[in-house]
């Protein structure tokens, strides 16, 4: 394709002339990981050591965003920089089409070596993890990795994974699993003398939770599910401590960017509260669902502080290309992120531009003080909270603020608009949608799954998801 070329004969252009210190990068991203759950935020029964010591260590965010109150968009808005029905994944378990471009493939051009592992869940397949293929035309090969050990969804204790397409159960539990293929991955690629990007995506603490006696143990006087669940939390804390020990170990640690975050805000059945008292849950666009843990550490950078500015996933890509230089050609406009380069080293005061959730019938958009909601009914109109006074949306103020109101009512009916025109094609050269988005399926449906189905069918997580599913089923 003409853009393929002309893209990369620009980030080659810009690649020979780098920052001096062009930083590793590494994405690490938690599943269903509540803006509550560590114990640097105070949680009453969690501690987090490894992740309390990255949050010491570098830029902690008070108010870092997902993309969206479920799984697949905030991936979707990592990638790529834009708000994630711009891109085609409305929900959990939609395709990342294929006329998108990825900060992968932007690096990757620039001169990096990109890898994948863990969850990936773009590939448009719902269901427990299975091992992403080979043939599947959008594995993380077609969005710029070059290498990957990656699951179509969530992935729990001994997962099945795809080594490059290649199925492979690897045995232990799955945080630690992700961490030990990043660390081969460095050990391997690192000689080469070339700087690394890499996403680990953990399947950690989504459903069903699995933990091993050890971890389990740590947690006393609440329900066997909540016992499981923070222990799955403790060991992905776990096995982060040791992806920082590593780079400490061969000397990268000082210049690697490394930035974790959680996909959605917390669930809502999991006790104690999983979003530190803010209102929602996962699948909801007040806080409790979008407002997460985020953390941005780059030791030779960043001095450490605590920081009330308003970012998000969808600011990931335009900060990195900001500090690595690459050309404007790497994004598809619009964009909804901004980069935050210049918050790294000091406070920059409001944010530029303000960040909007869409999830079915769901609306939302902060700017920087202030946030609108739209209303079940959104003919009935808006919702508006003051999140510096009332950071728990517990008091609408749309009659006593009504300038602040048409504001950001005109804000977000532009936003939506622009969001509605750009899911129907307007932002790629073709002017369409091409190929059509893939319907989201059940992975066990897809034919080319059906020669493994027979193999994988005892394995624990398939045969408790199948177990769910039927008792949906035969409910009244």
């Not at 853009?3 to 210190?21: G, K, Q």
């Not at 933990?211 to 669940?229: L, N, V």
């Not at 059509?436 to 399926?441: E, F, G, N």
């Amino acid at each position: 394709m003409k853009y393929d070329r002309l893209l990369c004969i620009l980030t080659l252009l810009f690649a020979s002339s780098l920052r001096a210190e062009t930083p590793h990068i590494f994405f690490l991203m938690a599943d269903d990981l509540g803006w509550g759950q560590t114990s640097y935020r105070g949680h009453p029964i969690l501690k987090t050591p490894n992740l309390d010591a990255m949050a010491a260590n570098g830029l902690r965010f008070e108010r870092f965003y997902a993309g969206n109150p479920v799984c697949s968009p905030t991936r979707a808005c990592v990638l790529t920089g834009r708000t994630n029905e711009r891109t085609g994944v409305m929900s959990h378990g939609y395709a990342l089409r294929l006329q998108e471009k990825t900060i992968a493939q932007a690096l990757k051009s620039a001169g990096y070596t990109t890898g994948h592992f863990g969850k990936w869940h773009l590939n448009g397949f719902s269901g427990p993890g299975a091992p992403v293929l080979k043939e599947d035309p959008r594995s993380p090969s077609a969005f710029g990795f070059d290498e990957w050990v990656s699951a179509t969804n969530f992935i729990d204790m001994d997962p099945y994974l795809g080594r490059m397409g290649v199925p492979e159960q690897i045995k232990g539990e799955s945080s630690q699993v992700v961490v030990d293929e990043a660390i081969k991955f460095i050990e391997k690629r690192l000689p080469e003398g070339k700087p690394l990007f890499a996403v680990l995506w953990f399947g950690s603490p989504h459903s069903p939770f699995k933990a091993t006696a050890e971890d389990r143990a740590a947690f006393e006087g609440i329900s066997d599910a909540d016992k499981s669940h923070h222990a799955e939390i403790m060991a992905m804390d776990r096995a982060i401590g040791s992806l920082r020990t590593k780079m400490k170990d061969i000397g990268i640690a000082a210049n690697t960017l490394m930035v974790f975050n959680s996909d959605n805000g917390g669930l809502p059945e999991v006790k104690p509260s999983a979003t530190g008292g803010l209102r929602g849950n996962k699948g909801q666009v007040y806080e409790g669902g979008l407002r997460v843990p985020g953390i941005i550490e780059w030791p030779s950078k960043i001095k450490p502080r605590i920081t009330s500015f308003p970012a998000g996933v969808v600011d990931l890509f335009p900060t990195v290309a900001d500090i690595v230089g690459l050309p404007k050609e790497v994004f598809i406009e619009p964009t909804d992120g901004v980069s935050l380069r210049k918050l790294l080293d000091g406070e920059i005061g409001a944010r530029p531009k303000p960040l909007g959730f869409r999830f079915g019938n769901k609306i939302a958009m902060t700017d920087n003080r202030y946030k609108i909601v739209g209303k079940p009914n959104r003919a009935e109109g808006y919702e508006l909270y003051d999140l510096e006074t009332d950071p728990t949306e517990s008091k609408d103020i749309s009659a006593q603020q009504p300038e602040v109101y048409e504001r950001l009512k005109k804000q977000i009916e532009a936003w939506d608009a622009s969001v509605t025109a750009s899911f129907n094609g307007k932002d790629y050269p073709e002017g369409k949608v091409s190929p059509p988005d893939p319907r989201s399926i059940p992975w066990t449906t897809s034919p080319m799954y059906q020669p493994w189905i027979a193999k994988w069918q005892d394995y624990w997580a398939f045969k408790s998801a199948a177990a769910r599913k039927n008792k949906r089923k035969k409910a009244p």
